[in-house]
Structures are given as structure tokens and as C-alpha cells.
């Protein structure tokens, strides 16, 4: 019998009302090995409904005590942490300690969350005239929604909760389909940790339930990661709606590569930039823009250290890269690589004649390196995400800067050198939101906010980090005035003004 996964509402386990199911594939198998409840308008009403009922309480109980629950919650992260690698390899498909890393990364946001009552703090000036103050306030925005997406099962749904529980709302999680075990198990976790029923819930599903969250009247914000259609509709509808959001959408990040970096450093974080997660990760490196005489001497080694690649289940020991999310996104991949060849992009080393020798029913594909891309290729105009890295080569830093300023995303970049001039002009100029210095995957850390620019990012404020407590909180500024009672008043119709 294969097991089957309800959604979490009210604290604990519900079907959903119209029964709908959903596969869930462990990708190195190529199997299905769980089946998921999707959650239609009814669930999704269900779910606000017990987030706005558990918002009063949770909204007066003070900040220290939701911290508190937090801190509880981050040793149960620590506790759990292989048991929650395993099910985001078991549904993911990246490699165990891959996987571990990135639930490391979601405590750390619990971590960063822990300590947000002191930026709940507000401001306060006396005497802004005479015998009057202004202060003001932060509060919670209500019942929040978070939208994730397949590739970090545990670290995007930390990016948002945590942040927004210790704030003072209360939230729902659509996680996504293809990865919801991680997610309910979290919640439980929480649970577990003293938080109240209703203050987080789980609702797997597809588009239907998206669609309700974002027309639902009790949802005030809703935070969504994913690909940028998806995340251009989602702004779209939820601003519409009058809704507070942040969409953090898809990424084609470059690494520039100067003749005096050191080249086995930059082939090195190229390598795991590149392949880490099957490419996978929305900060994954895609295209390397190679400056001038680092081309010949940069492909060579890049080439050397992806064909000595370990490609194989994430469960096994010594296994670097694991298999992609499903058959349908290897064909994509496949299709993508075809179609650079076709269009002149020179195979250094095509992963679509790997093969794996067990299990072989497994949706993988080899690492590959194409040289000699150019802007007006798909594999170049696309988020391939997948295990296929793009070289350009170009002759100048200028180049190198406007061929990135030219593209549409603007998520991560890296630059290799050992100039600081032209790390400091790289850092300046380029139109990215977050920018690696001989670091090629740039992803700040839990105090810091994470997002990007231009297409991948609509909305003003990043994730977690002083952004993200912006996010979930609304300002409230108030003056005050208290008169000595016997003093003499007089109205003016006049604007006041000191
Ligand atoms: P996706 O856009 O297909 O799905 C994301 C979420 O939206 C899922 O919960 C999914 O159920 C839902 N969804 C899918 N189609 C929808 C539709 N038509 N209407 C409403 N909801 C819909 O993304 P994915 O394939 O799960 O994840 C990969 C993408 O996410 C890549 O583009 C990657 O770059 C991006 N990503 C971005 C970041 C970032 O921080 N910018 C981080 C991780 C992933």
C-alpha cells in the first residue's frame, strides 16, 4: 500500500474535502512512493479559517513567548536533521549532505527568528512639539500565505514561517506538490515545539489551491517562490486583490571569470555551483562568461573535474549529483541541450550519454558543458535548471558586465579575479541582487535578506532578515498629546505645523 499524506489544519491531520490525490515519485527510483491529498477552495477556506481564528491569541502573546516556541522548534530542527535530509532526498533527489545543508540553512533561519522581538521594537521622539510625542509601532499583517516551490523542500518554507510566526501572524503553506512530506513534517514539529493549533498550516496542492489562497479575503500577504510566470501571475493577482506581496521568481545566473583569478579555485566553485542539486537550485551558476585568455585554460578544467562526477540515488555514500525532479523535466533538459548543438554550442561533454547503473529507473542525467554559447541561443535565453553549464566567452570585463545587465533575471552572479578593481567595479555596476566576490553561489545569510532583481523578484522587500520582518509587519505611527487639564484650548482650522 502506498502511504498517503492529508493536509494539517487546526493542528492536526484532515483529507481533503474533495478527495482529490496526487502523486509523489522518489526521482532516483522513478517510482512513486507516496501519494499527497491536494487541497481544493473548501480546504484552502478551512485552513484561513483556522489561521484567522488562532490569530488574536497568537497575535497578544508576547513576542519573547513566540520566540520561545521557536527556539524549542530549532532543537527539534537539530534533533530531526537527518530524518528531514532524508525525506527532501527521498522526494528531491539531491545527495544527503546536500540535503542537510539546506535544512541547516532554514534553521538558521529559525535561528535569525528567535531574535526578532528586538526588531519588532518601535521608535519614539518626544517633544515633536510642544508637549507632544510620536512613536510607532510594528504589528503583525494577519493571516499570511507561502507558496514554494519544488527544489528546497525544507529551506524556502523556512525562509517565510519562522519569520512570520515570530512577527505575530499566523500562516499557510502551499508547499509544493512534488516535495510536501518535508513541510507537513515540519509543521508537526512545530506542533511538537508548543505552537498553538491553527497558527501554521499545510495545505499541498497545485494551481486550484493557489488560486483560492490568492482570492481568499482573510489572506493579508502572501510570499511566493517559484518559477517567473508563475511568480508574475502571483504578484499580479495577490496585488490586485489588495494583498502585500513578494514573489521571488526563476534566475539564469552568470559567473565571470577574469585571466587573473585563480582559475582552479573559480573551475572548483564552478563545479558545485554549477552541478550541486542537478543544477537545481535557483542560485545555481549557469553560464559562465569567460573574459579573454581565462576561456581555453578555464573549459579544460571544468571539463576534467564534471566528467569525474559521481552521478547517482542521493542516499548513496560518495554520490555527488543526484537525479532531476521528474522524466518530463529530464526531456526538457535533454531537449534544451539538443537544441544549443543545433544552434552551434560545442558539446565539451554531453551528460545524455550517462549511464547509471542501478537503479536505472531513476530520472538522471549526466553533467554537461557547452562552449562557445552565445546570448541568442535557447540554452542561453532559458533557465535550463538543470546539470548543464554554459560558457560564453567574451574579451573584455566591460563585455562581461553589459552581457549581464542584458539579460531579463537578475538573481546571483559571481565574479573570479584577483583585481579588487575590477571586483569593486563588478560590485558597482552589475544589476543583480546578490553578488559573489570569488564566491559562486552568494546566498546571504539568515540576518541578511535574500532576493533578487528585474525578473527574478516582484515586489519590493526580499526574504528574511530585517526585509522580511518589513514584509510581515505593517508600521503604525502614533502622536500623542496629554494636556494638563486646566489648560486653556482654542480650535484652528489651520494645518498644524510647529
Ligand atoms: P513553479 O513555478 O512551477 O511552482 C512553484 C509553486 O507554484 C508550486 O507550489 C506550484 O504548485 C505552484 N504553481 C505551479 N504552477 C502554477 C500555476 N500555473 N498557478 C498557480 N500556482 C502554480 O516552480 P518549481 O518548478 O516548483 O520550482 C523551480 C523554479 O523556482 C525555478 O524557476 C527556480 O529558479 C525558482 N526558484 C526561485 C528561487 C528564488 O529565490 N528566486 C528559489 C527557488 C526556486
Redesign the pocket.
Known amino acids: 500500500m502506498t502511504p498517503t499524506l492529508k493536509l494539517w489544519i487546526g493542528g492536526e491531520e484532515v483529507a481533503s474535502a474533495g478527495g482529490r490525490l496526487g502523486d509523489v515519485f522518489d526521482p532516483a527510483l522513478g517510482q512513486v512512493v507516496r501519494r499527497v491529498h491536494f487541497a481544493g477552495r473548501e480546504d484552502v477556506a478551512r485552513a484561513v479559517a483556522a489561521a484567522e481564528a488562532a490569530l488574536p491569541g497568537w497575535r497578544d502573546t508576547p513576542p519573547l513567548r513566540r520566540a520561545r516556541i521557536l527556539m524549542r522548534f530549532r532543537e527539534l530542527l537539530e534533533a530531526h536533521r537527518d530524518e528531514l535530509a532524508r525525506l527532501v532526498t527521498e522526494e528531491h533527489g539531491k545527495t544527503l549532505p546536500d540535503a542537510a545543508g539546506s535544512v541547516q540553512r532554514g534553521l538558521e533561519v529559525v535561528e535569525f527568528a528567535t531574535g526578532i522581538p528586538h526588531l519588532l521594537k518601535g521608535e519614539l521622539s518626544e517633544d515633536v512639539a510642544k508637549g507632544v510625542s510620536c512613536h510607532s509601532l510594528r504589528q503583525p499583517v494577519g493571516v499570511c500565505a507561502g507558496?514554494?516551490?519544488?527544489?528546497?523542500p525544507a529551506m524556502?518554507p523556512m525562509w517565510m514561517f519562522p519569520v512570520a510566526l515570530a512577527c505575530g501572524n499566523t500562516f499557510v503553506l502551499?508547499?509544493?506538490?512534488?516535495v510536501p512530506s518535508t513541510s507537513l513534517r515540519l509543521a508537526s514539529l512545530l506542533g511538537e515545539a508548543g505552537l498553538p493549533p491553527g497558527v501554521l498550516n499545510v495545505v499541498p496542492?497545485?494551481?486550484e489551491a493557489?488560486?483560492a489562497l490568492l482570492a481568499h479575503p482573510g489572506v493579508s500577504a502572501v510570499s511566493?517562490?517559484?518559477?517567473?510566470?508563475?511568480?508574475r501571475?502571483?504578484y499580479e493577482t495577490a496585488a490586485k486583490a489588495g494583498k502585500r506581496v513578494q514573489a521571488?521568481?526563476?534566475?539564469k545566473n552568470h559567473a565571470v571569470v577574469l585571466p587573473d583569478a585563480d582559475l582552479d579555485l573559480a573551475a572548483d566553485a564552478l563545479i558545485g555551483a554549477g552541478y550541486g542539486s542537478a543544477g537545481?537550485?535557483?542560485m545555481a551558476i549557469s553560464a559562465v562568461v569567460a573574459v579573454g585568455a581565462a576561456a581555453e585554460p578555464l573549459v579544460a578544467r571544468l571539463r576534467d573535474r564534471a566528467a569525474a562526477l559521481r552521478v547517482g540515488a542521493g542516499t548513496r555514500a560518495g554520490v555527488e549529483m543526484g537525479p532531476l525532479i521528474t522524466a518530463a523535466h529530464r526531456e526538457r533538459v535533454r531537449g534544451l541541450i539538443a537544441a544549443g548543438i543545433a544552434e552551434g554550442a560545442v558539446p565539451v561533454l554531453d551528460g545524455r550519454a550517462l549511464r547509471v547503473e542501478e537503479p536505472t529507473a531513476g530520472f538522471f542525467l549526466g553533467p554537461t558543458l557547452l562552449d562557445r554559447v552565445t546570448t541568442s541561443m535557447s540554452v542561453y535565453r532559458e533557465?535550463i535548471?538543470g546539470p548543464v553549464l554554459i560558457v560564453l566567452r567574451v574579451g573584455s570585463l566591460d563585455e562581461a558586465i553589459a552581457l549581464v545587465n542584458a539579460n531579463p533575471y537578475g538573481?546571483g552572479t559571481a565574479v573570479f579575479t584577483g583585481s579588487g578593481y575590477a571586483a569593486q567595479r563588478f560590485e558597482r555596476e552589475v544589476q543583480v541582487g546578490m553578488v559573489g566576490v570569488n564566491v559562486a553561489i552568494p546566498v546571504p545569510m539568515a540576518f541578511f535578506s535574500?532576493?533578487?532583481w528585474k525578473q527574478?523578484?516582484f515586489g519590493d522587500l526580499h526574504v528574511h532578515g530585517a526585509e522580511g520582518v518589513k514584509f510581515y509587519t505593517r508600521t503604525k505611527t502614533v502622536t500623542t498629546r496629554w494636556p494638563e487639564p486646566s489648560a486653556a484650548t482654542a480650535a484652528s482650522l489651520a494645518m498644524p505645523t510647529l
Request: proline share 7%; with cysteine.
Open positions: 507558496i514554494t516551490p519544488f527544489n528546497f524556502v502551499k508547499p509544493s506538490e512534488k496542492g497545485d494551481a493557489v488560486g511566493f517562490v517559484g518559477s517567473t510566470p508563475v511568480a501571475h502571483v521571488l521568481g526563476g534566475a537545481e537550485r535557483c533557465e535548471f538573481n535574500f532576493g533578487g527574478s523578484l
